[in-house]
């Protein structure tokens, strides 16, 4: 989870899952069985627009959704593409 400063002054505009995502460099611990649902859990999203989310980002979004029922806001650019592209996912 991001402890700097910088985002202070917009922290509570960004997405819950955003505040509280771990980088994509952290390390994780690949045998847990949380883990282990969340990439089965991405995996089944491989053909859908979540899969353009980033890894990292995306494994938030879905604990997020899942602890507190709060749907993942998409990004507007993927759905305007998905609109330009729908017959891809």
Known sequence: KYHG???DRFRTSLPL??????NGNALYNISHPL???L???LESEKDTIYNAIPYD???SQILV??????????PPLLTKDLET?????
Do not use: A
């Not at 959704?65 to 998409?74: C, K």
């Open 5 to 7: 400063d910088s985002w």
């Open 65 to 74: 959704e899942g602890m507190l029922g709060v749907l993942p806001e998409i």
């Open 57 to 59: 980002y995306r494994m």
């Open 85 to 89: 592209n729908k017959d891809q996912f």
């Open 39 to 41: 990439l089965s859990q």
């Open 35 to 37: 883990f282990l649902n």
């Open 17 to 22: 899952s955003l505040q509280h995502h771990i």
